[in-house]
């Protein structure tokens, strides 16, 4: 960095980005800070001492920042303890409970640990998972959590190798990260002969098999919302009732579905380009036939569409993300239907459909900060991540409101309400709140 140059950081203050659930609107240019629309010329790697550096005339100016954020982030860590109990540092793994730490890794201040364990759910097989944990302030504290589920062809690895964005975000939001397997592994465990890269092992789609052929170790559906969380929360300091989900491709498939089978679960749930409705497209007709046979009725617990429209649970946030230059985009995702479903069933839904972006690791990555700080601001009621624009009232909104005048403190009351379901309230004084 040049003398007399500075850099401004935005801390974890409450950022301002689009779309924020509670309407179906598609938002094709992102405008949060740090986005190409933000930052102008420096985004695209073209000088510019406004984008990331400010000249030295701006320092004492960058000094009063950088002591406001630091205040404000004092103020809102001390609000969430107050208000409504979450303390937000996370402690370390704790005795007992089945697992084996195969590698542990130093990861922006925190722990990146892959564990092994044999799974009753699975077969009697040997699986493996990978859980970040916060470190510095957060160090032997409670936090929420937040399940990643990856896609076909893909294990723990492939999303830990490639997602520093994520580790670094989780690091600064206080939130744990756990990620397992794709599908049962191992001897013994069936496939396809000959082998192929949509069905069987590294494919599992997170359902429970019923065929004769995979029914005893395809259980991935028990396996994410049972096995896993009773390991990981006998192992790490997880804050009890806190946790959300998130995926990509068949993972988002597997999210989306797995948070509407289980109302009441999960605080929020987001996916980068899901299988959205999989009964009508090729990756779901062949998985869905070989693991749950021809009936195709059965198939339709397993569709987010054909969820969404019987869904009779407390209200949801989805959070989706799919590129325009996807090549799977038309054959296989068809975030249309899921637009349609929530919009004809009044459940909130934000998609942004990002212009020129792929299905690789690269899209994920590029966007997965702005989702670990949606599930920030659901799990903790403190919003780390304000809507541009009020959204559009729920059908769900009474509910919601009588929900949560029971069970929550003012804090996530004022949040929450006001602004993911049925504000009344002006913007600017929910921003300001914020």
């Known amino acids: ?66 002591l406001a954020c630091r205040r404000q982030r004092r103020r809102l860590r001390a609000l969430s303890q107050k208000v409504s109990g979450i303390a937000l540092r996370a402690g370390g793994p ?15 201040g925190g ?37 990643w589920l990856s896609g076909l062809t893909c294990s723990d690895e492939n999303f830990t190798q490639k997602g520093a964005a994520a580790f670094e975000a989780a690091a600064e939001l206080g939130l744990i990260l756990v990620i397992p397997d794709t599908s049962p592994r191992g001897e013994g465990v069936p496939d396809e002969e000959p082998k192929c890269y949509d069905f ?41 009732g806190k946790s959300s989900i998130m995926g990509h491709s068949m993972g988002g498939h597997g999210a989306l579905t797995i948070a509407l089978k289980n ?11 899901p299988i959205s409705n999989p009964t009508q497209v090729p990756w779901g007709k062949k998985a869905f036939q070989l693991y749950l046979g021809p009936d195709e009725s059965a198939w339709k617990q397993y ?11 407390p209200p949801l946030r989805l959070l989706v993300d799919q590129g325009t230059a996807d090549q799977f985009l038309e054959e296989q995702l068809l975030p249309g239907a899921l637009q349609k479903a929530c919009e004809e069933k009044g459940m909130a839904l934000t998609l942004r459909m990002q212009e020129g972006y792929d299905h690789s690791a690269f899209f994920i990555q590029s966007f997965i900060a702005d989702h670990l700080r949606f599930h920030s601001s659901q799990l903790t009621g403190l919003l780390s991540w304000c809507p541009e624009s009020l959204p559009a009232p729920s059908v769900y909104s009474a509910a919601t409101e009588q929900s949560l005048a029971a069970t929550a403190g003012p804090q996530e009351i004022e949040c929450l309400a006001a602004v993911a379901f049925a504000p009344k309230q002006p913007l600017q004084l929910v921003k300001a709140r914020c």
Not at 23 to 46: F, K, V, Y
């Open 1 to 66: 960095m040049q003398p007399g140059l500075m850099r401004q950081g935005t801390g974890i203050l409450p950022i301002a980005s689009p779309g924020f659930p509670g309407s179906t609107a598609i938002l094709r240019q992102p405008s949060w800070p740090g986005s190409a629309t933000a930052r102008g010329p420096a985004a695209h790697g073209e000088a510019s001492e406004g984008a990331l550096i400010a000249p030295a005339s701006a320092l004492c100016f960058g000094v009063a920042v950088t």
């Open 94 to 108: 704790q005795a007992g409970a089945g697992v084996t730490v195969v590698t542990s890794t130093r990861c922006f």
């Open 111 to 147: 722990s990146l640990q892959r564990l092994e364990h044999t799974s009753a759910v699975l077969g009697g097989c040997t699986m493996l998972f990978t859980v970040f944990v916060p470190g510095g302030l957060f160090q032997g504290k409670q936090l929420p959590v937040v399940y």
């Open 200 to 240: 069987g092992v590294g494919a599992g789609f997170y359902l429970n098999a019923t065929t004769e052929k995979y029914r005893v170790h395809y259980n991935m559906l028990d396996y994410v919302t049972k096995e896993l969380p009773a390991l990981v929360a006998g192992n790490f300091s997880i804050l009890a």
């Open 263 to 273: 109302p009441g679960m999960y605080s929020s749930v987001s996916a980068f380009a």
């Open 303 to 313: 569709d987010s569409v054909e969820l969404i429209r019987s869904y009779q649970g």
